[in-house]
């Protein structure tokens, strides 16, 4: 099994910055992918970011510029800097892994983190 637990999330006034983080332990298989999602409420929840082992990154249009996501291989832990917020970005942000050995796919998400954008 996998436990990932995020952290950083928070309350923010409109421009301002937040970092958050994600911790993976377990039975963590490579190569794999790890992301952040969001869900705003009454919303489907939606990709944000994610990064492969390798380092290739994806940002969904609406961060591209804003949002950085990096990761540390070595310690099995994903950050997302998230810069210049908008009221929009407020939602619960959820970090995920994936994971394909052999013919095992294995998908992990974490507890979720609160984040409000709000003056």
């Known amino acids: 099994q996998v436990q990932l637990v995020e952290s950083g999330g928070g309350l923010v006034q409109p421009g301002g910055s937040l970092r958050l983080s994600c911790a993976a332990s377990?039975?963590?298989?490579?190569?794999?992918?790890m992301g952040w999602y969001r869900q705003a409420p009454g919303k489907q929840r939606e990709l944000v970011a994610t990064i492969t082992s390798g380092g290739s990154t994806n940002y969904a249009d609406s961060v591209k510029g804003r949002f950085t996501i990096s990761r540390d291989n070595a310690k099995n832990m994903v950050n997302l800097q998230m810069n210049t917020l908008k009221p929009e970005d407020t939602a619960v942000y959820y970090c995920?892994?994936?994971?394909?050995?052999?013919?095992?796919?294995?998908?992990?998400w974490g507890q979720g983190t609160q984040v409000t954008v709000s003056s």
């Open positions: 995920k892994l994936t994971s394909l050995s052999g013919s095992r796919f294995s998908v992990y």
């Open positions: 377990g039975s963590i298989f490579s190569p794999n992918t």
